[in-house]
């Protein structure tokens, strides 16, 4: 079993920035590919950005590319996602999601992950 922690979710206001984290137990980090999605109320869990295993591949919704960073430390156990000029369609609960595969991809879909984080809430003014 892999357990997920978020962090660093918070209220910003649009323009600015913040950094969530997502620490994995439970199993060689260097094994997973991770994942960033989001969720609003009363829609479906939406993919954000993936990296493969080795952090040497990323991928991104268009909607953020160009403002997300999605970035690994296999040292730490700790998946990042830098989310900058963020703008109030930005706000969501975003999770962290990992899985286990013995291929160094990235994967976007959300049935392809098998495990999740509890989420961590980000707020973005206008």
């Known amino acids: 079993q892999v357990q997920l922690v978020e962090s660093g979710g918070g209220l910003v206001q649009a323009g600015g920035s913040l950094r969530l984290s997502c620490t994995a137990s439970?199993?060689?980090?260097?094994?997973?590919?991770m994942a960033w999605f989001r969720q609003v109320p009363g829609k479906e869990r939406e993919f954000q950005a993936s990296i493969n295993r080795s952090g040497s591949h990323t991928y991104y919704a268009d909607s953020v590319k160009g403002r997300f960073t999605i970035s690994r430390d296999n040292a730490k156990n700790t998946v990042y996602l830098q989310m900058d000029s963020l703008k109030p369609e930005d706000t969501a609960v975003y999770y962290c999601a990992a899985k286990s595969t013995t291929w160094n991809l990235y994967y976007i879909k959300t049935y392809e992950y098998n495990y999740w984080g509890q989420g961590t809430r980000v707020t973005v003014s206008s």
């Open positions: 439970g199993r060689t980090f260097s094994s997973l590919a």
